[in-house]
């Protein structure tokens, strides 16, 4: 009995951990975990605040990242990052991403971030300074065949960090794969995380 519930668990955790994969490889955002910095973004400040310099710094140290990720990305004030993606007109897709606030100098004052999917403007984020990433999600949909993945700091001090970004294509209601994306969207990695400890749980009681 206990190796026909090893056997069971192990499957479960290749087949969950196969499907966040392959949802995974559907991202249309180009390096949205900054494995590369900021290569396939786009730097600037589109306010001219600040004598129109913009920044970004790569990950500081303490920072609690997303589960399976190790780097981020933070934006000076009023700095903005952006990558255009190939869309289609109507369609509809999740975008998600992890973002915190950081400062060299702690604290727990809030401060602002906006991202936006073309001309989508999502509600205004505010972040704490806890250096622990908090998940976002919306659904969205494209107007056109090239859409503007954003992200900005509108104020001075300290900086937003951001990782994990992705635009994933919502399939059509009624298919298989939509009950999968739905299911999975959220907590992909984190379910498979804990697939693999209840199977070593299994294995070793």
């Not at 668990?9 to 951990?17: E, N, R």
């Not at 955002?29 to 129109?52: K, R």
Request: proline share 6%; aromatic share 12%.
């Amino acid at each position: 009995m206990k190796t026909k519930n090893t056997l069971t668990s192990s499957t479960l955790t290749i087949f969950v951990c196969l499907t966040a994969t392959a949802l995974h490889a559907q991202n249309l955002v180009a390096n949205g975990n900054f494995s590369l910095g900021y290569t396939d973004w786009i730097l600037y400040n589109p306010s001219g605040e600040n004598g129109g310099n913009a920044g970004a710094i790569s990950y500081p140290t303490g920072l609690q990242f997303p589960p399976d990720t190790e780097n981020a990305i933070g934006l000076a004030a009023y700095s903005a990052l952006y990558q255009d993606i190939t869309t289609l007109p109507g369609q509809s897709y999740y975008f998600s991403f992890y973002a915190t606030a950081y400062t060299s100098a702690g604290g727990t004052s809030p401060l602002s971030m906006i991202a936006s999917f073309g001309s989508t403007t999502l509600p205004e984020l505010t972040l704490y300074g806890s250096q622990t990433f908090q998940e976002y999600n919306y659904e969205v949909t494209a107007t056109s065949t090239s859409t503007m993945v954003q992200f900005s700091n509108p104020t001075a001090g300290r900086w937003p960090m951001f990782t994990d970004i992705s635009v994933i294509e919502v399939p059509e209601p009624g298919t298989l794969a939509f009950s999968v994306v739905s299911l999975l969207l959220v907590s992909g990695r984190l379910v498979c995380k804990q697939a693999r400890k209840t199977s070593k749980l299994l294995q070793n009681p």
